[in-house]
């Protein structure tokens, strides 16, 4: 869906420690060119399998989000999915409230 919601067997996953950029609320082209770029890289990263699902958040132990969707950590080939889309610039570290990626 983005580069921090995904839609695995059909459930909607909630990326729980990352905050990427928009695509469908973005406030600058700034964020839609980023929250693209991460939409992308993370579809790249679900293929490269196989998928790890640790449900809940890792901080908060919360297993779902005010919309209804799962809080989970997702590992592919034993890495955090999260915490690669960190390193390479196209998301941050979840701190409690979205920031701008806008400048």
Not at 18 to 30: F, L, N
Not at 80 to 90: C, T
């Amino acid at each position: 869906m983005d580069g921090d919601t995904v839609i695995i067997d059909r459930h909607h996953i909630r990326i729980a420690n990352i905050d990427a950029p928009e695509i469908h609320q973005y406030k600058c082209e700034t964020e839609l060119r980023l929250g693209l770029l991460a939409k992308r890289r993370m579809a790249e990263l679900l293929e490269e399998g196989p998928i790890v699902v640790h449900q809940g958040d890792p901080t908060s132990g919360r297993r779902i989000d005010r919309y209804g969707r799962m809080l989970a950590t997702i590992e592919i080939g034993g890495e955090d999915v999260g915490e690669i889309l960190i390193a390479e610039g196209l998301a941050r570290r979840w701190t409690g409230r979205r920031r701008t990626w806008c400048h």
